[in-house]
Each structure stands twice: as structure tokens, then as C-alpha cells.
């Protein structure tokens, strides 16, 4: 008997020791300057020529490709509408991953928000269950879910369309600090396999799709207790198709394992995720420990530290050139609108020729909706004009929209002119082809300064062949 307590007293004495060291362990603060350092936050920026470059990418927005995605109701078939405030923005950054692998400790820990009345709750169970913007603001404030889709300054308007159920689970965060000037995070719930997100009481998946399409940079979280990929983070993946050059892995919580046992995870980890991202490269994984406290003893400090400055760099990376992808974004989309209003008039002029007196329209026009490789109107659109094949939209997609928008409602482009504003087409035209390649021009202009403009584009001379003997 007496064997038995002091063999629990023991065992106590351990835990507590165990305990004590643990406690010191967590209280060492980790150095966080690096942070400041790599995201060149104590730099001034150059506020007005950012302000004027995005008044003059709004105003060849509204003047030359939002007047055809009108007429030809665009978003009526991508359900994409973009607001001023989608145009303002600054660059957003998603967090994505499995429940408790450390989005929010990683979020805290890359503002400084430990300790803190405002730090993100977090803990080992599932505990952000809400959709969460942080936000810069000039006092600290949360803001409802409501109050931001009402709001038309944000870009966050368009998510009335998930419901009300979705806006109650989706909160902003305002605080004045220096990161927030020039980025917006967004940490998203945790998925959970045995969880449909029709439990959720929105469209889970939906939202997030919303999220990736406007994402400049997508931080997918793994810790090394849960690599088992199921249905509902294949399906994510799934999403995240097209946007492989914005996907960043990480392989948080790192420290907690001995470098053996990390090679393991790390070989499992990518294993698990190679099927499912299709790119030619294999995916780069990001490995350390997002959260202010030291790393633990005797693991790959100078790795960790590394990977994460690697990481910061890549963020840096996104908020430099945030103008430029800007720019390249509404330029896309000014192509697909172009694309789109390119097959609407062909598909109102087939109409126009294939009826007759006696011709019945419905008929005709269902044919045609039917079979439009019949009609050559995809090949004629990519015969005619620059237009890539990869860049041409679902046929099927065409059947649905002109089922919700007769065909009759719709004036071919030859129609589509007037004596003050000038032809829709080719003011898209012009926008796609030379306002705003010279509005990027001018951005990176200013990036070299040290370069002459001989210097930059060659004055027109030929360029010497490095490889041909003299």
C-alpha cells in the first residue's frame, strides 16, 4: 500500500515538473522583428500615386468594360459582379486548412496580438466557426456580417447572396496596424470530415469558392496530427484548381516533433497532396511553427526561421505588386467580358439568319442553342479574332442564360454604338490592348527609376543575338 502512493506520489512530482518546464517553455517570447524587417512595414509608401493609378484603373473600368457587361449581362452567366470596392481593395490573403492546426494562432502571431483584449480565440478543439475578416480600421472595433454586405465601400456586398444564416457567421475585425494598411486576412473555419456543410446552414463550399476567386494569396495550414486527406478537403482542393500559383502549404506546428519524425510527416504530407494539386512542379510546403513562442529545444531552429522568412517573402511579394495584380485581374476580366459579348452577337446574328416568315423563333433558336458547333459560332469567334481556345466559356453555360434572357432582347454589336460614347467593342478593345497595358507600364516605370527609357524598352533597336558568333 505504502509501495502504491509513493509510486503516485512520484508520478505526480513528474507531472508537475513536466508541467513547470512547459510553462517556462511557452513563457519565452520569440523575436518577431524579422517580421516588421521582411514586410518592410517601417517604410513609407507612396499613397497618392497608388490612389491615382487605382482612380485610373476605376475609370477605364466604367468607361470601357462595364458598359458591355451590361448590355450583354455578364454576370448573369459568371456571377462575378465587380464593385468599386472590389476595384479599391488592398490584397487578400485566405487561410484555409483542417480545424486546430493553427490558422488563428498563426494570424495572431503574425500581428502581434497575443496576450492581447483582441487576439483570435483559439484552442485545441474547433473554435473559430465563423468566416472572420480582419481588417484595417482607425480604432479597434468588430463589425457584423450585416453591417458589412450593406456596406457598398467594402468588396464584401456581393455575399448577401449566400443568406442570412451565412451573414450571422461572418464578422469583421477593424484595428489600426501597419500590415492591415496594405493587406486584409481572412481566417475561415476549420474543416471537419464528418461535418456536411449542409449542417453548416449555408453554402459552405460556395463561400469559400467566393473567397478563393478574390484571394491574392491562399495559406493551406497542415499540422502533423492531421495529414488524412477526406472528401471534404479534396473538395476544396478541388476549388483551388486554376489557382495553383496563389496556394502556399504550410506544415505548422513543427517543432513539435524530432527531425526523423518531421522528414515522415513531411514525406506523408506530400504524398497525401500530390494527387489532388495538378501542376507539373511539386507543391512547395513551407515547414515551421507559426506562434510567438520559442521554438522548442532542440529542433531545426535555423529551418524554421528560414521557412518562415521564405513565407513573409512571398506575402511581401503579394503586397508590392498588388497594383499589378490588379491591373492583370481586371484585364482578364475584361477579356471574358469581350469573349462573352463576341458570342452573344454571334448567336444573334445565326438567329437573325436562320429565320424566315415562317419560321417559328422558339424552334429555330433552340437548335441553335442545341448545337452551336453546328453553326460554327465558337469556331467563327476563334477564327476572327485573338481569342484563345482555353479562354472560351462552357457551351452548356449558354443554354442556361439565354433560358433566363430571350435572344431577341439582345442588339448585335454593330448596333451597340452612339455618336458621344463610340462603339462598345471597340472601347473594350482598346482598354484590353492599350489602356491598360500603359497603365501597367507606367506602375512598373516607377518601380525602376534607375532605368532610362532606352534603357527599359531598347528605343526600338534590334536586340543582339548573345549566342551567334561575330
Known sequence: MKGTVSICCLLSLLIL???????????????????????????????????????????????AIKPM??????????????????????????????WSVGKSTMINYLLGLNDSPYQLYTGAEPTTSEFTVIMHGEKIRSVEGIVMAADSSRSFSPLEKFGQNFLEKLIGIEMPHKMLERVTLVDTPGIIENRKQQERGYPFNDVCQWFIDRADLIFVVFDP???????????????????????????????????????RVYGALFWSLAPLINVTEPPRVYVSSFWPYDYAPDTSRELFKREEISLLEDLNQVIENRMENKIAFIRQHGIRVRIHGLLVDRYVQTFKEKMSFFSDPELVFKEIVDDPDKFYIFKSILAKTNVSKFDLPNRDAYRDFFGINPITNFKPLSAQCSYIGGCLLEKIEKAITNELPALLSSINSDKQPGLSSCEATGCGEKPKNRYRKN
Open 17 to 63: 515538473q513536466a508541467t513547470a518546464e512547459e510553462e517556462d517553455f511557452t513563457s519565452v517570447i520569440r523575436d518577431r522583428s524579422h517580421i516588421d524587417e521582411t514586410l518592410r512595414l517601417a517604410t513609407e509608401e507612396k499613397a497618392g500615386d497608388y490612389a491615382a493609378a487605382i482612380q485610373k484603373l476605376r475609370k477605364i473600368y466604367h468607361t
Open 69 to 98: 457587361e451590361q448590355a450583354y449581362k455578364y454576370n448573369e452567366l459568371r456571377q462575378h459582379e465587380i464593385s468599386d470596392g472590389e476595384i479599391t481593395s488592398k490584397p487578400m490573403v485566405l487561410f484555409l486548412g483542417p
Open 225 to 263: 496530427t492531421k495529414l488524412d486527406v477526406g472528401l471534404e478537403l479534396e473538395m476544396l482542393f478541388r476549388q483551388l484548381k486554376g489557382r495553383e500559383s496563389q496556394i502556399r502549404i504550410i506544415l505548422n506546428k513543427a517543432d513539435n516533433l524530432v527531425t526523423q519524425d518531421l522528414m
